[in-house]
T-cell receptor
């Protein structure tokens, strides 16, 4: 148990569906992240939220829409996805030091395995 | 071209053997981390190294950070089936805005 919980663990959706991934962290951290993990490729950072503000969007297609209502919860809304979006989506959290910003020592959830048909 | 290269990509060994996996970059890391990811789970942090030349040990695992802080290695002594998993290195690269960058990982399979 890493203190970061992701739901659902598995999701199968059609290209016309709308679904949402949920992440909750119980570590008191103030930064949260979405990553995409595909086979044989490095983890791809998608979004970063720092103190509930989105601070990074790494050229992610608009069919992925993040939402961070508070520092403990993070959502990833999905719509009109493509088959190549099938992957493991990982959420992570970390503690940002006062007056600075550091993306180190991240704690990961178990991920949502997404299949787009 | 990846900022951070890991080798080998895949390693299958017998229980009791030793192994080393490598993590290399042409850029300098301000710090580097090693994670292990088991099937169906997210990555779990094993160690963080910060100082060039630093060596850290975690039971049968030995982590080394290169003197120039551009490379790192993970050595496992007497591997056990429980060591099976994906080993990821991740480094904070100063010249890339202190971003945390991950390698593609080394898949380790230890057979009993």
């Amino acid at each position: 148990e890493t203190g970061v919980t992701q739901t659902p663990r598995h999701l199968v959706m059609g290209m016309t569906n709308k679904k949402s991934l949920k992440c909750e962290q119980h570590l008191g951290h103030n930064a949260m992240y979405w990553y995409k993990q595909s086979a044989k490729k490095p983890l791809e950072l998608m979004f970063v939220y720092n103190f509930k503000e989105q601070t990074e969007n790494n050229s992610v297609p608009s069919r992925f829409s993040p939402e961070c209502p508070n520092s403990s919860h993070l959502f990833l809304h999905l719509h009109t996805l493509q088959p190549e979006d099938s992957a493991l989506y990982l959420c992570a959290s970390s503690q940002v030091p006062p007056g600075g910003y550091a993306k180190n020592i991240q704690y990961f959830g178990a991920g949502t395995r997404l299949s787009v048909l | 071209t990846q900022l951070l290269e890991q080798s080998p990509q895949f390693l299958s060994i017998q229980e009791g053997e030793n192994l080393t996996v490598y993590c290399n970059s042409s850029s300098v890391f301000s710090s580097l981390q090693w994670y292990r990811q088991e099937p169906g789970e997210g990555p779990v942090l094993l160690v963080t190294v910060v100082t060039g030349g630093e060596v850290k040990k975690l039971k049968r695992l030995t982590f080394q950070f290169g003197d120039a802080r551009k490379d790192s290695s993970l050595h496992i002594t007497a591997a056990q089936p429980g060591d099976t998993g994906l080993y990821l290195c991740a480094g904070i690269l100063m010249e890339y805005g202190n971003k945390l960058v991950f390698g593609a990982g080394t898949i380790l399979r230890v057979k009993s």
